[in-house]
């Protein structure tokens, strides 16, 4: 049963910085692609970033890029995500997904494995 489960959210100050984590559970982790996405009250789920299996490469929506890193540490079988100078429009529920795609996808439908999420609260 594969299972995924993120840590490390909270209610942070504008600006603040926090990183979010993913462990995994019940999969090869290092033949699976790992994606964050995030979904805001009233808005539809939208991709923030994804990483390889090997992490040779990553993919970031417009909105985080030199903002987000994402990383991955299969030793460890869990993927982070470190997010810095906070805005209020970045509070949402973050959710990491697995894909047996290859590369980075960015798209909801190439993923097979969603955990619960961790609610992201940025205050101005």
């Known amino acids: 049963q594969v299972q995924l489960v993120e840590s490390g959210g909270g209610l942070v100050q504008a600006g603040d910085s926090l990183r979010l984590a993913c462990a995994a559970s019940?999969?090869?982790?290092?033949?699976?692609?790992m994606g964050w996405f995030r979904q805001a009250p009233g808005k539809e789920r939208e991709f923030v970033a994804a990483?390889?299996?090997?992490?040779?490469?990553?993919s970031y929506a417009d909105s985080v890029k030199d903002q987000f890193t994402i990383s991955r540490d299969n030793a460890r079988n869990t993927v982070y995500l470190q997010m810095n100078s906070l805005k209020p429009e970045d509070t949402a529920v973050y959710s990491c997904?697995?894909?047996?795609?290859?590369?980075?996808?960015?798209?909801?439908?190439?993923?097979?494995?969603w955990g619960r999420g961790t609610q992201v609260t940025v205050s101005s």
């Open positions: 997904a697995a894909s047996i795609q290859s590369g980075s996808p960015v798209r909801p439908s190439s993923y097979g494995h």
């Open positions: 019940g999969l090869a982790f290092n033949n699976y692609a």
């Open positions: 990483i390889s299996p090997r992490a040779s490469s990553t």
